[in-house]
């Protein structure tokens, strides 16, 4: 079977700073991925070249089979790749207007929405947080409606950035548990993390960034 994502070369500069120089990566479908990586490593940065946010200069990619167009990561493959920031940022409206904002935003109407948010509600464990508004919410409340808001869309792709870095105690264990239910849904995941847990899932593969290069351990 052919990769989900291939890339060739990918180099990303700040100024007179070479952040990333990576000979390629290779995504299989159906496989997650823990990227370790020192702070400043430039984790984050990788992540947001893949989901189309950061520009990078890339020598080839592919996405799906398809190939890249003027240098950026295409739109179609924007739309199946989901990024989940560290802090998830939520729209001060409601907990289901939150995880319906990207269905709505691809043109899926209410009546189809509906049923959609409410099993991504009760997935992510939140049904009793959708009358609180979304700026009182805990960090792992906000980390848990961010990947229900990922996991509705049914991307590719989901690149997850420090999941459960400010998390602990029951919070970090409920992302966790979130996650392996996505690795184990043969989702296909690129993870930035520290966290041993992840990083040591059944079936986890590892890659570790240092000095610009990517490396799978
Ligand atoms: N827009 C920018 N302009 C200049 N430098 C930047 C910019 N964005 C990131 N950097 C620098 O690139 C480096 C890598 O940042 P990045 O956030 O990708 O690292 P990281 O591996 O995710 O780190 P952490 O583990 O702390 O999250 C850092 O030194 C950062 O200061
Ligand atoms: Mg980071």
Redesign the pocket.
């Known amino acids: 079977m052919s990769p989900l994502l291939k890339l060739d070369h990918l180099r990303k500069s ?2 007179e ?1 070479c ?1 990333l120089d990576l000979d390629g990566l290779k995504i299989e479908v159906g496989h997650a991925y823990a990227v370790t ?12 070249i893949l989901a189309g946010i ?1 520009p990078g200069e890339i020598a080839g990619f592919e996405f799906r089979g398809l190939p890249l167009t003027h240098g950026r990561v295409p739109e179609h493959a924007r739309h199946d790749i989901v990024y989940v920031h ?1 802090h998830p940022y939520l729209f001060h409206t409601s907990v289901a207007h939150n995880i319906g904002y990207g269905l709505a935003a691809r043109g899926i109407d209410a009546a189809a929405r509906g049923p959609l948010v409410e099993e991504a509600i009760a997935w992510a464990g939140v049904d009793h947080l959708r009358g609180v508004a979304p700026a009182k919410l805990s960090g792992g409340e906000k980390q848990r409606v961010a990947l229900a808001r990922a996991r509705v869309l049914k991307p590719h792709l989901f690149l997850l ?2 999941p459960t ?1 400010n998390l602990d105690g029951e919070a970090r264990g409920q992302a966790i548990a979130l996650i392996r239910q996505l690795v184990g849904d043969n989702g296909s995941l690129l993870i ?1 993390c ?1 966290d041993r847990e992840l990083i040591e899932l059944p079936g986890m593969r590892r890659f570790h ?1 240092a000095g610009g290069k990517l490396v799978e351990t």
Not at 37 to 48: E, M, S, Y
């Open positions: 700040f100024g700073r952040l990586g020192d702070n400043g490593a430039g984790k984050t940065t990788l992540l947001r950061e560290q950035d420090e870095a930035a520290h960034l």
